[in-house]
């Protein structure tokens, strides 16, 4: 037993095993203060609009309406404290920041259309009609289970929490829905540019995303100050940032398809399977133009999704969101919901949002010529997973199949989707293998 | 032997797998698999495997790892008899029960227990070493420099270098850059069409997730600090952490394949994706656009039933290359690497490369590897035939880097339009 004793001797210099994941991450400690090359700066605020006292009424009931969290009689009460000249300059300096947070919760102004739609949104228009079924209607997994199209079950401890494969009919799927989505799109004046991914924090931020805290929605790396993009938006609006842009370079409309990565989850059963995940392709378009510009961008954008899903034969309709619905930075806001006959509820798939000047003054994009901030508008083209749900859902028969929408059958090169016997089944190794 | 090991400075810090969880950490951290290793197989073989890192040029303490084997194997030996005498007892009491055999009985169980208990360090520490020892070196691996096995058109001389580049792609650092116009369309449709290729000669279409739990990596004999690690909550308790690789790279596939049990008529399975890859090697300060982080590429991926297949494959891989790349008219050349720049993993890997004129050196745009069953085996990714257990041999490959081909294209004057 002279070898147990040693063996124990040895055991207290066990350092716990935490610090090899010290030790994984050190090699990415080098790069952490290094310099991005955006040009961001701190938002420039309409200052003037918001102190005024007389306008404090006004800011205050569209806070109200939009049930945001900026308050302007905070502003205004802390503005009234900075008068006080016997300060002294660490009170000032707390003050001003103080009264620089605040003022940055402020929302956005809210389009006179929508004030009084209270708390519903307007239904503005359907599209097709509601699919019929003589059959039973299954949900998109149980048919993609059948058809051995996707992989969603026992991936946690190997890919993460809700990871999913996109398998042989359905992966081509993808592939033609982006292909379908872009050559649309590229018809009306957009430009394609690729975005990335992997972008630093403060670019994060400057789109109004908080990238710490246990609430975050953004995904960090370790331990640099990299975070995962959640939409293009981001990377776009940080391409932009500092601009100075031309009147007749306006209207800039860009696209881009990029992998959005979201640290939100949620366990409702409506919401099961692929239809909130943490990893996802995803078309979007984008626009800095001109204040005079922006509401017919806006529609030029809603068209563009309307045609897009119309052309694909999905029942959905069109909605005008109410303020509470808008978040802080839209000025209006439609949301495109598709009907899902397998989990039998209406799910967004797209929308698109005026932002009037909020993101322009965080990002200081300006006019030239004018010195007016721009404006930005920004829209889903395809967002690819509840664009599968719905198209699997919505055009499954009886016999099994799922019929492919005309215009995605060149990408496809095939009507339907069958059951094909290439890929193993699910089945794993339950038992260790002896040697 | 346990003095020394006890002295030297290795024992400062333990070394953790998520792939081999010894039984103490098993508590807290799940177990997802235990890979089938067969150390005692590999290290009887002692001779292979310091001609195998010889040829691999590699650093492994090679004496260190051997008397970690026998310490190791020392204490399994004994965890066995003293296992072996307790059944005996067991098996002896129910004769004739004394209380001799069951105080025996009682020192045995407490013996066997405080032995598990102690050993678990040095399990660790030798597994950590012995996950380490690379895959056998295929008999086609050239021994010292890479073979030229086919080439296309002439090596350019003397070409100027198109700048152009810097048009079509806005570079802040190595993470975050913008392709615009024809560029980005070709990064978009190039990767698309490569996969229409594939699936026309046979391949499935697959889209895999981004992230990667560290056993996969550890599978892959991939080393943890070069991928990039995600922030979790109490991760500090974590063994299986969560990486950022992207969803075209070849560790993505694996975690499909992950304790997946297949009959041997599955085979071969043949599939082919497109995605990013995330390479944290080269998040640092540099202005080169041929070493990005962000890149697009195809991904494909093979398991065929034993090695007996080799040349077909790689024949056929060649082929698909040819197909796939003569269409841009420029100079390339096929190689295969020596056994120095095989990862541990590989035992033969092909490299289609191409000439940079900025570089002034050929630049790797495509690669395709042989890993025989050395990750299977770890993942336990089996099938059966026979009603024995066997596991598949593996073939993948980065079979286009877009963005290279793309920066290549560019240099070299060639017109993207003719491509999109």
């Known amino acids: 037993m002279n070898c147990i004793r040693q063996l124990r001797l040895l055991r207290t210099y066990n350092t716990s095993y935490y610090l090899r994941n010290k030790a994984a991450s050190k090699c990415q400690d080098k790069i952490e203060e290094r310099q991005h090359k955006f040009q961001l700066s701190e938002p420039i605020l309409n200052e003037k609009y918001l102190l005024d006292p007389k306008n404090a009424a006004k800011i205050s009931e569209n806070s109200l309406m939009r049930k945001g969290i900026g308050d302007i009689y905070l502003v205004h009460e802390i503005n009234n404290k900075l008068k006080d000249e016997s300060l002294n300059p660490d009170e000032r300096r707390d003050l001003e920041s103080q009264l620089k947070n605040e003022l940055k919760k402020i929302p956005n102004d809210t389009h006179p259309a929508v004030r009084n739609y209270g708390e519903e949104p307007k239904v503005v228009a359907l599209f097709n009609k509601e699919p019929e079924f003589k059959h039973k209607v299954y949900e998109f997994s149980e048919i993609c289970r059948k058809l051995n199209i996707l992989r969603t079950d026992h991936l946690g401890n190997f890919a993460g929490h809700k990871s999913y494969y996109l398998m042989n009919d359905l992966a081509e799927l993808e592939q033609a829905l982006i292909r379908y989505t872009l050559s649309e799109i590229l018809q009306h004046g957009f430009n394609l540019i690729s975005v990335p991914d992997i972008l630093p924090a403060e670019v994060i931020k400057s789109c109004g995303m908080q990238t710490d805290g246990d609430r975050t929605q953004v995904y960090r790396l370790l331990p640099s100050n990299l975070c995962l993009s959640g939409t293009s938006e981001m990377a776009l609006a940080g391409y932009f940032a500092g601009s100075k842009l031309s009147q007749k370079e306006l209207p800039i409309k860009v696209t881009a398809v990029s992998r959005c990565f979201r640290a939100e989850t949620s366990g409702t059963t409506e919401e099961r399977g692929i239809y909130r995940v943490h990893q996802f392709t995803k078309v979007e378009m984008f626009s800095v133009c001109s204040p005079a510009q922006s509401e017919d961008i806006l529609n030029e954008f809603k068209e563009i999704e309307i045609a897009l899903f119309n052309k694909l034969g999905l029942h959905f309709k069109l909605l ?116 | ?64 790892l051997k008397s970690e084997y026998e ?141 990667v739990r560290s056993i996969i990596p550890e599978a892959a004999a991939v080393d943890l600090s070069n991928i990039f690690l995600l922030k979790e909550d109490a991760i500090e308790n974590k063994l299986n952490l969560l990486h950022l690789t992207g969803n075209g790279s070849m560790l993505n596939f694996l975690s499909f394949f992950a304790k997946l049990t297949i009959f041997s008529t599955q085979l071969p399975i043949q599939l082919i994706s497109t995605g990013r890859n995330y390479n944290s090697m080269n998040h640092f300060d540099h202005q080169d656009l041929y070493s990005v982080v962000q890149t697009t590429c195809c991904q494909n991926f093979i398991a065929v039933n034993d090695e007996k297949s080799f040349d077909k494959i790689i024949e056929d891989q ?39 004129n900025s570089q002034n050196e050929y630049i790797e745009v495509a690669n395709f590897s042989y890993y025989s069953d050395f990750i ?14 066997k596991f598949p041999h593996i073939y993948s490959g980065t079979v286009m880097n877009v963005m290279k081909l793309l920066i290549n294209l560019v240099e070299s004057n060639s017109d993207l339009k003719k491509f999109i």
Request: charged share 30%; net charge positive.
């Open chain 2, 1 to 64: 032997m346990l003095r020394r090991l006890f002295n030297s400075s290795i024992l400062i810090k333990r070394n953790a797998s998520a792939l081999y969880v010894t039984g103490d950490k098993a508590m807290e951290n799940f177990a997802v698999l235990s890979p089938f290793l067969q150390i005692d197989e590999r290290m009887s073989n002692f001779e292979e495997i310091k001609a195998n890192i010889t040829k691999r040029k590699m650093t492994l303490n090679l004496d260190e």
């Open chain 2, 376 to 389: 299977s085996k770890r993942l336990l990714f089996n099938y059966k035939q026979d009603k024995v257990t």
């Open chain 1, 320 to 435: 005008d969101m109410p303020p509470h619905e808008l978040g802080a930075p839209a000025y209006r806001k439609y949301d495109i919901e598709t009907f899902m006959p397998g989990r039998k509820i209406w799910g967004e798939i797209s929308s698109c949002s005026n932002c009037t000047d909020y993101q322009s003054r965080r990002l200081n994009i300006t006019i030239d010529e004018s010195a007016e901030f721009a404006h930005t508008v920004n829209g889903t083209a395809c967002a690819i997973p509840r664009m599968l749900i719905a198209i699997i859902e919505s055009f499954q028969n009886e016999k099994g199949f799922i019929e492919i929408p005309k215009v995605l059958q060149p990408y496809m090169k095939k009507d339907k989707i069958v059951k094909q016997k290439v890929i193993p089944e699910l089945k794993l190794i339950k038992h260790a293998i002896k040697s």
């Open chain 2, 71 to 211: 310490l190791y194997a020392d204490v399994e030996k004994r965890k066995r008899e003293l296992e072996n005498r307790r059944v005996e007892i067991v098996a002896l009491m129910k004769q004739e029960p004394s209380e001799g055999l069951k105080l025996e009985g009682i020192n045995l169980r407490e013996n066997l227990k405080k032995l598990k208990e102690n050993s678990y360090y040095l399990e660790d520490q030798f597994i950590h070493n012995f996950l380490k020892i690379p895959n056998y070196i295929h008999n086609k691996t050239p021994a010292n420099e890479k073979e030229v096995i086919y080439s296309f058109l002439d090596k350019p001389s003397d070409v100027i270098v198109n700048d152009k580049i810097h048009k079509l792609i806005e570079f802040y650092d190595s993470t975050c850059y913008y392709m615009k116009g024809d560029a980005a369309k070709f990064d978009i449709q190039i990767a698309l069409d490569v996969c229409d290729y594939y699936k026309e000669a046979g391949f499935i279409k697959f889209s895999n997730p981004d992230f």
């Open chain 2, 318 to 356: 060649i082929l698909h290359w040819k197909n796939i790349f003569e269409r841009f008219n420029q100079h390339f050349r096929i190689i295969s690497y020596p056994a120095e720049s095989l990862a541990i993993s590989e035992s033969y890997k092909l490299g289609l490369e191409m000439y940079s």
